[in-house]
């Protein structure tokens, strides 16, 4: 059965007549060594983002877009491991800028904002990061964390077009919106064909429960179920012929010669 789109790419490109509309999505230029493809590659696979995972922020005069922390820390997960574990921060030191008045010969200290510095390492590398937030602001600590580990991950490319503020751009949003409509759509169409397969490899209680709950999964959830069903098909034909293998090399059961079946002579009466 053909898929439901062929070759569905959700990358949002635009059109460049249109100088108000830039793509967060790099071109490779000819001729660019292998590693600078595969850096190229990494980013243009993180740069766009689902618009389910962001909110419009009014503070004061400004409006923003934030991106949800936790969809930002799965998105990294799916590339490196977990958190702290392959990537994360690490050196982290916390310090505040005070404002200083002198009452007599004592110095009398208010803290105005506390500053994060630290490193943040991935599997590639590791740069230095830095953040402040208001001393007055609750959960400080938490949210500057938080702050600093987004904008590290946003050098890396990930969720670059919020941070470069395409998402101002209500037509940016409606083409990025449809493109991860027509995915979602293909996914979904892809998992269910692999579900209903004769040769799926999961249980059927696994089938029945994915079939209820799939429509509620993101792209990402849809691909990674894709992803596993997929490499569970491709280990069935190998357990196989390991069963196979296994069997031959079995000694052979001894072959016994079938017993003969006994003949008794027929009794005569006696005379």
Known sequence: ???????????TTVDMKDKKLKSAVITVPFGVPKQLIDDIKFWNDVCQTDLDHTKDVEYGKRKYTTINAQYQTRLATEKWGLYGKSWGLKDISFYTVDKVTWKGDLDVREPLSLVLQATFYYPGGEFPV??????S??????????????????????NADVFM?????QKYRDTLNEDFQLELADKRYQL???????NCP????IIEETKKTYIKRDVQGLSNAIKYINEKMKEKPIEQMKKEI??????????????????????TNAK
């Open 165 to 169: 503020g395409m998402f101002d751009d």
């Open 246 to 267: 296994a069997a031959a090399k079995k000694p052979a059961a001894k072959r016994t010669a079938p017993a003969k079946p006994r003949t008794t002579k027929p009794k």
């Open 192 to 198: 269910l064909n692999l579900l209903n397969d004769p």
């Open 202 to 205: 999961l249980s059927k209680e």
């Open 137 to 158: 602001e609750e959960d400080k600590y938490k949210k500057l964390l938080t702050d600093v580990k987004s904008k590290a991950l946003s050098m890396l490319g990930f």
């Open 1 to 11: 059965m053909a898929s439901f789109q062929n070759n569905i790419n959700h990358k």
């Open 130 to 135: 830095a953040g402040d937030i208001k001393f």
